[in-house]
């Protein structure tokens, strides 16, 4: 690993391809070193609408830690990252540790099935809302963070979450600096 920030993306079969997409994107125009995993192997992963991704390795042959996890939602990508005992085992390691995890639409519902960010300000997809009320301080904001946690609501909410975690590992000057020639019209907070 280098210098700069990293970040880790789990991809699993039925991943939601623009969450996924996008988020590597805008992650690497940001300067973080990106790594994508493949939560069931380094094999070409056939995400929700058909869309093919190949992982740049397996997940479980991942060492070391990174400064943020990403989990892009998907309602089979996410019901895989919530059942796969290696997904968990990385999200208690960044809870514990302090460091960041990014969960957008449906994924966040990794997080009570692994048991953390408990009682957290969070947002997701409204299909998996009352999987995650009871879970945490829930909101219809599109980009909610609080502490290490950062959550989102679907595919049109991902560059604003992904320039969150841009802003939150470097600075609000690269989050700028970055969505700029993107073009990208809203104002992230």
């Known amino acids: ?28 125009r940001g300067g973080l070193e990106v790594i994508v995993a493949g939560v ?22 991942v060492n070391g830690d990174f400064d943020v996890v990403v989990l892009p939602g998907g309602a089979e990508g996410a019901r895989r990252l919530a059942q796969s005992g290696k997904v968990g085992d990385i999200l208690r390691c960044q809870e514990e540790s302090g460091r960041l995890v990014g969960a957008i639409c449906a994924a966040p519902i990794a997080l009570p ?7 957290r300000q969070l947002t997701s997809h409204p299909s998996v809302k ?4 009871e879970w945490g301080d829930y909101s219809e904001h599109p980009v909610v963070a609080d502490g290490n946690l950062i959550t989102s ?16 590992l470097t600075d609000a000057r690269r989050m700028v600096e970055i969505r700029a020639p993107m073009m990208f ?3 992230v907070s």
């Open 1 to 28: 690993m280098s210098d700069k920030p990293s970040a880790l993306v789990l991809l699993a079969q039925g991943s939601e391809e623009m969450e996924a997409v996008i988020s590597i994107d805008v992650l690497r």
């Open 40 to 61: 069931d192997g380094a094999e070409p992963i056939r995400c929700s609408r058909g869309v093919v991704i190949s992982p740049d390795v397996a997940l479980d042959d």
């Open 113 to 119: 099935a692994h048991g953390v960010f408990e009682n």
């Open 130 to 133: 009352a999987m995650l009320e």
């Open 153 to 168: 609501r679907g595919p049109g909410t991902a560059f604003p979450f992904a320039l969150r975690i841009v802003g939150t």
């Open 185 to 187: 019209p809203v104002q």
